[in-house]
């Protein structure tokens, strides 16, 4: 990676780039915000330039970045192949995707069920708020581990109100190279390398 380009959703750990590279952190909450969402954060710098939807990118101009760095943030996203294709017009020709997402099985996520390639298609053919609360719901039943229904879907509410960022969708390895071959048939993107990387998995893409 080289010339100008951006960070989303960075926080407090944004990759470290090399001196002929130049990153603008966008994240979707003003720096007070955040710090209200991620209380164990509290003593941590979090790194914020622009606050821009990350999934749209509406600030910045068609072809104008070298690069885009997402680590951990396309599992936040309610419509990924939509976020794609924001990456994919915001990047110059030839320039560089770089994405880490977590793999389910070794983290909080690892009792939710993976979702299927089908259930992102239907979700960016036909909006993401058909499955909102059913994600919401998932996310506290197992990750919150509440087993009462009623308070579960208390909880859930309460979350989707305040628009929490959570997981709402989960890959292994093998189901989120699924979902990639899928996106760079319809987004002019290309795979150039993936790798399992411990609990997550990393990958490169170009703009084509």
């Not at 979707?28 to 990118?57: A, C, W």
């Not at 690069?67 to 924001?86: G, M, S």
């Not at 389910?104 to 390639?117: E, G, I, M, N, Y």
Request: glycine share 4%; charged share 25%; proline share 5%.
């Amino acid at each position: 990676m080289r010339g100008k380009g951006l960070e989303i959703g960075a926080l407090h750990g944004p990759l470290p780039l090399p001196p002929y590279a130049h990153a603008v952190y966008v994240d979707r909450l003003p720096m007070q915000e955040l710090r209200k969402h991620y209380p164990d954060l509290q003593n941590s710098p979090f790194y914020v330039d622009i606050v821009d939807d990350g999934e749209t990118l509406l600030t910045f101009a068609d072809s104008s970045q070298s690069f885009v760095i997402a680590n951990h943030f396309l599992e936040h996203c309610e419509d990924p192949i939509t976020t794609l294709q924001a990456f994919a017009r915001v990047l110059q020709s030839g320039g560089m995707l770089y994405m880490a997402v977590p793999d389910k099985r070794f983290t909080f996520d690892h009792a939710r069920p993976v979702t299927s390639l089908q259930h992102i298609i239907d979700d960016h053919a036909f909006g993401a708020e058909r499955s909102r609360e059913a994600h919401y719901d998932e996310w506290t039943k197992y990750v919150c581990q509440i087993t009462d229904e009623h308070v579960c879907k208390k909880k859930s509410m309460e979350l989707m109100k305040m628009s929490y960022s959570i997981h709402f969708h989960v890959w292994t390895e093998r189901e989120f190279l699924e979902f990639l071959d899928y996106a760079c048939s319809i987004v002019p993107l290309e795979k150039l390398w993936t790798l399992q990387d411990g609990n997550e998995i990393l990958c490169i893409l170009q703009k084509q």
